[in-house]
Every structure is written in structure tokens, then in C-alpha cells.
């Protein structure tokens, strides 16, 4: 399953809203019902992060400002207005289909 | 609290082998798959290889099939790769990382292969 991000770049002023787009070329409901889409942020130096789960469902400690919507084949990532700690790079990546997860090629989160 | 740590990256010429180990602590092991998960310096994330909980299935990318092995030892709670007949193109952190109901909700800080003559 090929997970394809857009943009790629995303220079955002502080305090503005930011929008990350992430389209799968399969469907990702599970056979149980669930979908497996999640979220991760990767500040500069550090390992990846979990952000969010099953499409929408917030980690613990993850400040309310992200959310994350979509169904079937399209998923997006909101921050309401990004603070000077989101600066970095997120990655959606699929679940769906264990073993082979796929990741999108990220998308560079930068302050103008 | 969920620790992984990892270790065993370093400098190895092609052709060469390495043995990773990931540590894990603060949850039931043989319970959860794990993964090996690299990044190439500047690129993204890519699933290298997974293992079950009881370590009875497993599961290689094509790009280290026949070359990298993935395995635990659940009475340590440790997870290895083996990596052989390494590639410069395999130079990389490696991150292990929990795997819970499709997705990684644990990952390590990560040992960085460095593949170079």
C-alpha cells in the first residue's frame, strides 16, 4: 500500500493553521472494522512520536491543537495554529496491513 | 514506562555483518509484535522487518530478505537483527519500535549503521 503526502514542504507562520493531506492507493478499514491510519511527528534529532491513532484518537500528552479526520483512501492532519515546537517532520503511515506498514515520504513542518 | 533501547550500530565495511539489539522494559514483552524501523540520513521511515509476539512469524522487506534476520528472546525481553552481507545503501538509524493494533506506539532512540570502506 503506497501512502503518498502532499505537501511535502509546508512553511507555516506562527500561530496559523496547518493542513497535511495523506491519500493510501487502498482502502484502509481492516476486516475487523478499524482504520489503521496513524500519525507521527519527528522533531529534528529525535525518533518519531506518535501523534495519532486509528485516523482520530489522540496520544496521551499530545496537545489538543492536532486532530486528524478522514476515511477510506484520504486522511488529513490539522494543527489549529502551530506553535515553534511542531517545527519538524510528519509521516502518516498505515496498519491496516500487518506486516508491511507503509509510511508517506513526510511532510517538513517549518516556521516562516 | 515503556523503554526500548537499542544498540550494536557502528562502521562496517560492505560486505560485513552487524548484530542490533533492542532492551525492552515496562511492558510485557512476549505480548506485542515488534519491528525494526530504519531512516536513511535525510529520508524517511521504512519497515525493515517484524517479528510476532512468541517470535512464531516473522517478516522481511524484499530490500533485506536473505540478508537481515529478525528474532527475540522473550525470557530477555530482547529483539535482535542479524545483518549480513551489508550494503552502503543500508546505512541508517535502525529504530525498534512496539507494535500495537497497527500501529508503533513505543520506538527507541534508535543505533546508527554506518555501511563504508
Known amino acids: 500500500v503506497v501512502m503518498a503526502q502532499s505537501p511535502l514542504s509546508l512553511p507555516v507562520t506562527l500561530g496559523q493553521p496547518a493542513s497535511i493531506s495523506c491519500r493510501s492507493s487502498q482502502g484502509l478499514v481492516h476486516s475487523d472494522g478499524n482504520t489503521y491510519l496513524n500519525w507521527f511527528q519527528q522533531r529534528p534529532g529525535q525518533s518519531p512520536r506518535r501523534l495519532i491513532y486509528e485516523v482520530s484518537n489522540r496520544d496521551s500528552g499530545v496537545p489538543d491543537r492536532f486532530s486528524g479526520s478522514g476515511s477510506g483512501t484520504d486522511f488529513t492532519l490539522e494543527i489549529s495554529r502551530v506553535e515553534a515546537e511542531d517545527v519538524g517532520v510528519y509521516y502518516c503511515m498505515q496498519g491496516t496491513y500487518w506486516p508491511k506498514y507503509t509510511f508517506g515520504q513526510g511532510t517538513k513542518l517549518e516556521i516562516k | 514506562e515503556v523503554q526500548l533501547l537499542e544498540s550494536g550500530g557502528g562502521l562496517v565495511q560492505p560486505g560485513g555483518s552487524l548484530r542490533l539489539s533492542c532492551a525492552a522494559s515496562?511492558?510485557?514483552?512476549?505480548?506485542?509484535?515488534m519491528s525494526w524501523v530504519r531512516q536513511a540520513p535525510g529520508k524517511g521511515l521504512e519497515v525493515v522487518s517484524s517479528?510476532?509476539?512468541?517470535?512464531?512469524?516473522?517478516y522481511h522487506a524484499d530490500f533485506v530478505k536473505g540478508r537481515f534476520t529478525i528474532s527475540r528472546d522473550n525470557s530477555k525481553n530482547t529483539l535482535y537483527l542479524q545483518m549480513i552481507s551489508l550494503r552502503a545503501e543500508d546505512s541508517a538509524v535502525y529504530h525498534c519500535?512496539?507494535?500495537?493494533?497497527?500501529?508503533?506506539?513505543?520506538w527507541g532512540q534508535g543505533t546508527l549503521v554506518t555501511v563504508s570502506s
Open positions: 515496562g511492558f510485557t514483552f512476549s505480548s506485542y509484535a
Open positions: 519500535a512496539k507494535d500495537y493494533r497497527g500501529s508503533f506506539d513505543f
Open positions: 517479528i510476532t509476539g512468541g517470535g512464531d512469524a516473522t
